[in-house]
């Protein structure tokens, strides 16, 4: 079963970036920036074939990451190298239950829009080719328990946001974010399980710039 590294030390993160911040200056035009991020991950319903068949929903669940990004000196664009860690339950309709969550990859681009609110508010949009280093689907109901995963899947995100600048080194963000692993095929117990795997994920997050 997967388990997020992140679930406490992206809290942790936030309350630290919105405590004790000195006054606002302009950010440094350029360089490397990190970021952590948490919220809520909403697995879109699907139909599952295979080992198990029926159409499942799935209860609203968590997400976690952290990405290394290189905002470009000069320009709009900024990229990020990303690992996240997404969960959600089975709400157990024809008899399916269980937990199915993922490990990702991604490298992202994002174009910041001009500041706003006094240079304080910088909107952005994004998008991403994730790399899924393994999914997992811990069935605990129906004809074939067991644990279904698969590694080495593609997809991809869409993201839209907003950073706000708390001084020249920290900011807050929140996201909304699409993400799209396609239909994999899952291997377990009772054989193969093909499940549907899209999100949409509200976020929040903090980056402290280098």
Do not use: C
């Not at 302009?26 to 699907?46: K, M």
């Not at 993922?102 to 949009?125: E, H, K, Q």
């Not at 795997?197 to 929040?204: A, K, R, S």
């Amino acid at each position: 079963m997967l388990t997020s590294p992140f679930s406490h030390g992206a809290s942790a993160a936030l309350l630290v970036a919105s405590l004790g911040m000195p006054a606002f200056a302009e950010a440094p035009d350029g360089g490397v920036y990190l970021r952590v991020f948490g919220g809520v991950s909403s697995l879109e319903d699907g139909d599952l074939s295979g080992a198990i068949s029926g159409e499942t929903g799935f209860d609203t669940g968590q997400v976690f990451g952290a990405a290394l990004g290189y905002d470009y000196a000069g320009s709009p664009f900024r990229s990020e190298l990303e690992y996240a860690y997404r969960t959600g339950d089975a709400d157990g309709a024809a008899g399916i239950s269980g937990d199915l969550a993922s490990t990702t990859l991604a490298l992202n681009g994002y174009y910041d829009f001009t500041p706003i609110a006094g240079g304080r508010l910088v909107p952005y949009i994004g998008a991403g080719l994730a790399y899924v280093t393994e999914i997992d689907f811990d069935v605990s109901g129906g004809s074939a328990p067991g644990e279904y995963s698969e590694t080495g899947i593609f997809g991809y995100q869409l993201m839209v946001g907003a950073d706000y600048a708390l001084s020249d080194r920290w900011s807050i963000h929140g996201e909304l974010r699409y993400f799209d692993a396609g239909d994999p095929s899952l291997r377990g117990p009772g054989g193969t399980l093909t499940a549907d795997y899209q999100t949409i994920d509200v976020l929040v997050g903090a980056s402290y710039r280098f």
